[in-house]
């Protein structure tokens, strides 16, 4: 199936808006795409009305609405049941919720594998709960070019592991995480399996069945939707197992004054009124983005990528964080002039109206194993063209000159 | 425009990297770090009567960080506790947009970075770090 991103462009008004913009900060947010956009329109003007309540028709539609999402997120996931899909804030607001309704029931001497690749969304929660349940924290350590030491599993998934929570792939990198032997050795220790899929959702449907994880989060603004609404999903029975995190309206099977039950999952961890027009918006773009032709669109992206590394490799003095080619690497590119600060070239990129991040990327650990206290971050999205690309260089070229 | 922020005279105060290095035995001495971009800055003093005797100062972040660390490392020698907090009052307020000159000419090509809100901590660090080396 062919695929022009001139055209795909055209569902993402912001960059009608903004002709002259190169948004290459895609990994930070991307763009609103028109499906998300006519939901929340459609939503709010014809359905709005609270959830799992009401017995009128607005509030039918919008339990139907909100129930539709949930539906259409399982299948972007490939999930099993619709029920398996929880609606939160966020990517962080879901690994938080594993953190506590999961980590909570842990005890001193429990481990919880991490990597060092992790975003701090992926590292600060298990920090806090090491502070509160005594737990061990163990890091699967990075091989050069940042990707998971996977040869080194042994040393760090234990009998003693309870979790293991790794990033699907980098937010500086791009390098995507080989989940199969991590997934395999947790197996193999009795450990649960959790994936942070912030980055990569939005580079095409998952499965999060052939991943065998048992809980996989993302954030509904990196993929085309509103932010505010993101998902947890986790496995039936792994999600089952698990007390509420949060407790209030919603999440309740029976109220005395003296104590409660609970519902049962998902609505056990959607305490309190639900973004419902944003979740609306996430199933909606999600929905739009599985019938998008995603190997062209991946090999749009691909293409990209690699002319953005020919075009930083003739470049004086750039220090490339992360792998130097597209093998199983996702479209972001992280890299350094040497003598200059990343917010530096960020500032004069953005007088060429392209928008990229500078920074620590919320990845400290990952970049003191680089060495670095931070770096510029370009991430592509199917939306981006070579004229983006082109402009960056031009962009950078102007930075070595004017900052150096 | 951005570019506007690196004008001449930023660039060269950065360079100049005045009152950068180390003290031998200092006074006081505190590390401040920027959680928006993991810049860090060290600044150390010994001091005379409660006054700054001697600078030095080590910067890892961008030119508008370095800029104003310089700028404290050829000014700040004979100020004390107050007259720094004032002038790192002076600096916020020339971000904020006030008119009114701060003490230091050099502070004046500060000037541009106002429209750009999450760059008046780099400019800001320095002071800060300096102000808390001067209570440690």
């Not at chain 1, 309704?101 to 001497?109: I, T």
């Not at chain 1, 234990?158 to 293991?164: A, E, F, G, I, M």
């Not at chain 1, 500078?358 to 199917?382: D, K």
């Not at chain 2, 660039?11 to 401040?32: N, V």
Request: glycine share 8%; net charge neutral.
């Amino acid at each position: 199936m062919k695929f022009s991103a001139n055209e795909w462009r055209r569902h993402f008004p912001l960059l009608a808006n903004h002709p002259r913009l190169h948004y290459l900060d895609n990994a930070a947010t991307g763009q609103l795409c028109e499906a998300a956009f006519d939901a929340v329109t459609h939503h709010e003007l014809t359905q709005r009305a609270n959830v799992l309540r009401g017995t009128y028709k607005l509030a039918e539609a919008a339990d139907a609405a909100y129930e539709n999402a949930r539906r259409q997120a399982a299948a972007y996931l490939n999930a099993v049941a619709p029920d398996e899909v929880v609606f939160t804030s966020g990517t962080t607001a879901s690994i938080n919720l594993v953190a506590h309704a999961f980590g909570d029931g842990l005890q001193s001497g429990d481990e919880v594998v991490l990597s060092l690749a992790e975003h701090h969304s992926n590292l600060v929660p298990w920090q806090m709960l090491r502070a509160r349940r005594g737990i061990t924290l163990r890091f699967i350590p990075l091989t050069a070019d940042g990707r998971l030491d996977l040869a080194r599993l042994g040393e760090v998934i234990t009998p003693r592991s309870k979790l293991v929570a790794v990033t699907h792939a980098s937010n500086v990198t791009g390098a995507v995480t080989d989940l199969a032997p991590i997934a395999a050795a947790a197996r193999a220790a009795g450990a649960r399996v959790l994936v942070d899929g912030a980055q990569a959702v939005q580079h095409g449907p998952v499965d999060v069945q052939a991943l065998d994880a048992d809980f996989y989060a993302f954030s509904g603004h990196k993929a085309f939707a509103p932010n505010g609404v993101g998902v947890l999903w986790g496995r039936a029975e792994a999600l089952a197992a698990l007390p509420p995190f949060l407790g209030g309206g919603g999440m309740i099977g029976r109220v005395t004054a003296e104590s409660s039950t609970w519902a049962a999952p998902p609505r056990r961890f959607e305490a309190g009124t639900p973004p419902i027009a944003q979740a609306v918006a996430l199933g909606a773009a999600l929905d739009w983005l599985r019938q998008q032709p995603w190997q062209a669109m991946r090999a749009h992206t691909k293409h990209l990528a690699q002319r953005l590394l020919d075009g930083l490799a003739v470049l004086q003095e750039l220090t490339l964080l992360g792998p130097r080619d597209m093998q199983d690497r996702l479209p972001i590119v992280a890299f350094n002039l040497a003598g200059i600060h990343p917010h530096d070239v960020c500032q004069v990129l953005d007088a060429h109206h392209v928008a990229v991040r500078g920074g620590h990327h919320c990845a400290q650990p990952l970049m003191a194993h680089f060495g670095v206290e931070g770096a510029v971050r370009v991430s592509l999205a199917p939306y981006n063209t070579e004229a983006d690309v082109d402009a960056l260089l031009a962009g950078l070229r102007e930075a070595l000159k004017k900052l150096k | 425009m951005n570019d506007d922020l690196y004008q001449q005279a930023i660039l060269d105060l950065a360079k100049s990297a005045d009152g950068a290095g180390r003290l031998d035995a200092p006074d006081g001495a505190a590390q401040g770090d920027s959680p928006l971009c993991g810049d860090r800055v060290r600044m150390e003093v010994k001091l005379e009567n409660g006054r700054i005797a001697a600078l030095a100062h080590e910067v890892k972040g961008c030119l508008l960080c370095r800029a104003a660390a310089a700028a404290i490392g050829r000014h700040a020698a004979g100020l004390d506790a107050a007259q720094v907090a004032a002038l790192r009052g002076e600096v916020a307020a020339l971000l904020a947009g006030a008119d009114a000159a701060p003490a230091w000419p050099e502070l004046k090509c500060f000037a541009p970075v106002r429209p750009h809100r999450n760059r008046h901590g780099c400019v800001l660090l320095p002071f800060d770090t300096l102000i808390e080396a001067l209570k440690s």
